[in-house]
């Protein structure tokens, strides 16, 4: 399966909707510039604290840019194996790495417009707590940084349309999502029910880059001897493009 797959079916978790692509989009996407570049691992991200008795409040502090949108969207899987307690979620609003909220939106208006792919890549992050030594093991790794498909956004009040092709083709698909901001934080698109939306965060860096990243979720533990996090980060960094260029 290619990468514009991989990032539009399973991350963003849409039905793609058969429509024709524009001349006048296609003629925007190929008068725009695609740069891609590379970023620090760790870019735009808060992580927990050293200390693992403090994890629960960490948590805690971001609580107060849930929603009930929010919140009906999660849906985790508990079970046990060979002894030890597992939780997993897909689309998850609660990882214990999170986007830094210095990148918050305030101004709904700054996000419209069109914006083309500088960074996409899948991360994965590791907090582990061993109780008995009373330290953390934290570790990160990129699963891949794709450089090669595309991805271009329109933008407005009242639309948010996504274009994306692979690296082997250069085929575009279109999709077309409705779409909410929730606390300058959170994007939602869905079709025709929020319950059944597809969650991520969202934010404007301090270069003025749209970020979106989405998060799976896994979380292994042995009371009262160890627990680990995995957050799987799905991250896509955007460029404003300037149509009067």
Request: proline share 2%.
């Amino acid at each position: 399966m290619s990468k514009i797959y991989n990032f539009i079916v399973l991350i963003f978790a849409l039905t793609i909707i058969s429509c024709g692509i524009s001349k006048e989009t296609m003629k925007k996407i190929e008068n725009s510039k695609k740069e891609m570049k590379n970023f620090p691992i760790d870019y735009c991200n808060l992580f927990p604290s050293q200390s693992f008795e403090n994890w629960d409040k960490d948590f805690e502090l971001y609580n107060k840019f849930l929603s009930y949108e929010i919140m009906r969207t999660q849906m985790g899987l508990s079970f046990m194996e060979n002894g030890i307690q597992k939780w997993w979620c897909p689309n998850a609003a609660r990882p214990h790495i999170q986007l830094d909220t210095l990148t918050k939106i305030s101004d709904i208006k700054k996000i419209f417009g069109d914006w083309r792919i500088t960074c996409n890549r899948q991360v994965i992050y590791t907090d582990s707590a061993v109780y008995a030594e009373k330290k953390i093991y934290r570790d990160s790794k990129i699963i891949y940084d794709e450089k090669g498909a595309d991805l271009y956004l329109e933008i407005s009040a009242d639309k948010f349309n996504i274009y994306g092709n692979d690296s082997l083709n250069g085929k575009y698909k279109k999709m077309k999502k409705n779409y909410e901001v929730i606390n300058g934080r959170f994007l939602l698109l869905y079709g025709l029910s929020k319950a059944s939306s597809n969650i991520s965060f969202i934010g404007i860096d301090k270069d003025g880059q749209m970020i979106i990243n989405s998060y799976t979720v896994r979380e292994r533990k042995i009371k009262g001897t160890y627990i680990t996090y995995e957050a799987i980060m799905t991250q896509f960094i955007l460029n404003k493009i300037n149509l009067q260029q």
